[in-house]
């Protein structure tokens, strides 16, 4: 799961340093990206949501639809190397799968860098909203694994996840 044999680290000077990688000199193209991520929320929440939607906070994965949605468009400020991007569209859902909720996210913008960083950040803070409406009716939530599925775009071309397996948390 570490890095491609042979690559090296963008982020990382040769003296070992954090920097901003320069993508000035590359072209602008249509990059795409989606990410997955799980909660496990238990049997007694999941039926609770399939029931009502919703907890004493509000319904719970339309919170996390937008809360996901919000973190996209602020991913440079919580990702300390990751350029700002102008996203033509954040699309996230999350749905509930037997006593798991599966949140997906799909970031897509024309530019000089990859949108892989908005859609895990969309994935992982729609994961956290959900955690969060919900941590009152039961404490043994787990969050996991959130995962980069695809891109595409860029020098790079596609990539699609081999192993697009229903993930288990």
Avoid: F, Y
């Avoid at 973190?71 to 799968?97: F, G, M, N, Q, Y």
């Avoid at 006593?99 to 913008?109: I, L, P």
Wanted: contains cysteine; charged residues 25%; proline residues 3%.
């Amino acid at each position: 799961m570490a890095n491609d044999a042979g690559k090296e680290l963008s982020h990382l000077s040769p003296e070992g340093k954090a920097r901003m990688v320069d993508v000035g000199g590359k072209d602008v193209t249509a990059r795409e990206a989606r990410a997955e991520g799980w909660v496990n929320i238990g049997a007694d929440i999941a039926q609770m949501l399939r029931r009502t939607g919703s907890v004493g906070k509000g319904d719970v994965l339309q919170a996390a639809r937008l809360a996901g949605i919000m973190a996209a468009k602020r991913t440079p400020d919580l990702i300390p190397l990751c350029h700002p991007l102008l996203l033509d569209v954040v699309a996230v859902d999350a749905e509930l799968s037997d006593d798991r909720v599966r949140v997906t996210a799909r970031a897509a913008c024309r530019g000089r860098t990859g949108a892989e960083m908005e859609a895990l950040t969309a994935v992982a803070v729609a994961c956290l909203t959900v955690h969060d409406m919900v941590k009152s009716a039961g404490r043994g939530i787990e969050i996991g694994p959130i995962r980069l599925v695809e891109k595409s775009g860029g020098r790079s071309g596609r990539w699609a996840r081999e192993d697009n397996s229903n993930a288990a948390c």
